[in-house]
């Protein structure tokens, strides 16, 4: 039993021990179970705007929200209706079953996001085998896909840089397939066309990525024309498409990629959020990409790009990064899509290296040292980014939702903001109220730090009913006054001014 789990956890160190067909099933079982996985543990949202500019636009349409309560993105009509229908559709058929649950609803979303991008890794997995000719290679790059560790969590999200990248990565394996058969189907070419109109609406910085795929497909590999231009008329249908949605959604005529242009460049909004220098992209990816796997996530790519600058791949990937590291704002997400094209980079890299002349002995083994741990590694992170929430409070907002009567009012020591209107169960009013007063009746109060908790039950004779950690791990936090803890106390109406 354990051979055969070592096996697997080392999976591209035992090849030749099974055929390309069987690296494929194993490496995409893994896939499907973390993503699956993901999918049901990772409650929440990853960044703030996959719920206000994603989720809030779901809310509205169903009546749940007024325009007023929208992001700033609704009013200057920067986001695509697309996908937010999608989740439209979903939700009104969870309704029409007679369910109400927000959280299974949002699970309903996450599995559909998950099952998207696993769906779109199947084919490209597929598909980048044709680019090698010795099966070694083909099984390498089969086998290196589940150990790309952050990819289930990140499949899982509700946003838009998850369902760009998904569309994306559907294109370009349609562009390799078309490349590697000798037959021609109208059909393809059209699809391939509207995955990427719908893949730039979505996310328009993908159009580094998706017009540069063109350029190798059209002139290095000397497709035919007929081909490109049943692409190109795909995208327009597509982006004609994606025109009347967003009339639909917006109730005027407009065309969001370049409001989102205008916005987020001209007039500064991206840059509002922060500023980065040119080189974020790659300290970040090394520091946060957890070393030494991210030793592999630097290497691998500027090696490929070295000793394959005609490869699709390579013009997917290329001027997608430089094209984002020259934008002011900067976060890892808008390149997560980036870590996908690794695996089939691989064998292009694990060659030139055993083409390095003079390499000791030594060096080797401590190379493969290195890479055993980082496969190691990727498996533990692929479980514990799958395993927990991806928002850190979902426990308050179950808590409220099952909490009978629901209150009306909660008061809150500090603001918070953003609040998760999908997962309440009624109308709740967050009161500000940094000191707080008795009230006619008794009332719920919301605390974000173990100090605040603790000087409520202490003096206000107020009753802790929920916390976010555990009574052994509220005897830690003692030592830590200003530790987070977001708790919600019961407090009777005689309770005592701050």
Known sequence: MWQKLKKLVFLPYHLEEFSVQQVFRLSFLFLAFFHIYAALMSEGFHRPDEHLGMIRMVLYKLGKLEASQLSWEFPVQIRSWAQPYFYVAIAKIYGQLGAANPFILATLFRLSSSLLALTALFWFMRTTTTLFEKDADKKLSLSLFPFIWYLPFFHARTSTENFSSSLTLFAIAGLIYLHKKTVRVCLLPFIIGL????????????????????????????????????????????????????????????????????????????????????YTYFSKSFLRGIPPISLFFLAIPLIYWFKRPKCILTWVSLPFLMAHSCLAHKELRFIFFLGQLIPPMAPIFVAWCKSLPGIRTSYVNSFHYVAKLALILSLVLSLASSSRDAYSHMGFYKFLYHLKPVPQKIYTLNVVRDVLEFYLPGPVEFVYSPNFTSSAESAYVLTDSYADMLHLTTHSHCLEVYSEYSVFFQSLLQKIAKSKDWAVLQCPASAHNL
């Open 195 to 278: 995955c990427m109109a719908f893949a730039f609406y979505f996310r328009l910085q993908m159009a580094t990525s998706l017009l540069p795929a063109l350029i190798p497909f059209v002139f290095f590999q000397k497709q035919q024309w007929k081909t490109a231009i049943i692409i190109i008329a795909g995208g327009l249908c597509g982006l004609g498409l994606n025109v009347l949605i967003d009339y639909q959604g917006y109730g005027n005529w407009v065309f969001s990629p370049w409001n989102n242009v205008y916005q987020n460049v001209f007039k500064g909004m991206a840059s509002s959020f922060g500023t980065d220098p040119f």
